[in-house]
């Protein structure tokens, strides 16, 4: 009954290829959030939506594209990845954008660029 | 900007002893942050274990305890009793006013792992 879930798991991807990784949320919730955490390393923002079609740049939006087709579904996509890009992301999701709101959180995706 | 440091790296309890996992943090925003702890078991994706809003309240849930201490901008997490399904990583983390709505400032994770 996982309400926010990503896909895929993981992946493997070369130097220059693009990537695009999916997150589909349950919740009826209208924010959704994609955070990388890098080993040793907190979890940082990178793309956040707050309604279908619009979506907004987090802390690290470089080399980052994000859609937000619907609200259900929010993807991230890396049109030429490189080495610097691997990394476990995350998606999330809440149901308003207040600063104390919790996030719900799907398992992850290790992505590895080779 | 705004920061917070945990306890590093791994930490080892025998099932049934006390735990204490540091937290520390930095806000630059105007106001005290509001403060979290997120865990996360193996195979699944970060819950919210307990936030806290309000400088010298104390969070708890599922024996886990932290005191928000404005003075000490400290944030510990204590449980007296671990056991073995505790073991997870466990994030310490902040939001600010004058942050991007629902961004997060996370720590690097703790992980515990719990022995019997």
């Known amino acids: 009954e996982a309400a926010v879930t990503q896909s895929p798991r993981s992946k493997v991807a070369v130097t220059g290829g693009k990537v695009t990784l999916s997150c589909h949320q349950t919740n009826n919730h209208d924010y959704m959030y994609w955070y990388r955490q890098d080993t040793g390393h907190g979890l940082r923002l990178i793309h956040y939506s707050y309604v279908a079609d619009s979506t907004e740049k987090g802390d690290i939006p470089d080399g980052y594209k994000a859609s937000r087709p619907s609200q259900e579904n929010f993807s991230l996509i890396l049109e030429l990845a490189s080495l610097s890009q691997t990394a476990v992301y995350f998606c999330?999701?809440?149901?308003?954008?207040?600063?104390?709101?919790?996030?719900?959180f799907g398992s992850g995706t290790r992505l590895t660029v080779l | 900007g705004d920061s917070v440091t945990q306890t590093e790296g791994q930490v080892t309890v025998s099932e049934s002893k006390s735990l204490i996992i540091n937290c520390t943090y930095s806000a630059t925003s105007i106001g005290y942050p509001n403060l979290f702890w997120y865990v996360r078991y193996p195979g699944e994706g970060l819950q919210l274990l307990l936030k806290?809003?309000?400088?010298?309240q104390k969070g708890s849930s599922r024996g886990f305890e932290a005191t928000y201490n404005k003075e000490a901008t400290s944030f510990h997490l204590q449980k007296a009793s671990v056991q073995e399904s505790d073991s997870a990583v466990y994030y310490c983390a902040l939001s600010a006013g004058t942050q991007v709505v629902g961004q997060l400032t996370f720590g690097r994770g703790t992980r515990l792992q719990v022995y019997a």
């Open positions: 806290v809003i309000t400088a010298g």
């Open positions: 999330a999701s809440s149901d308003r954008g207040l600063v104390a709101e919790t996030l719900y």
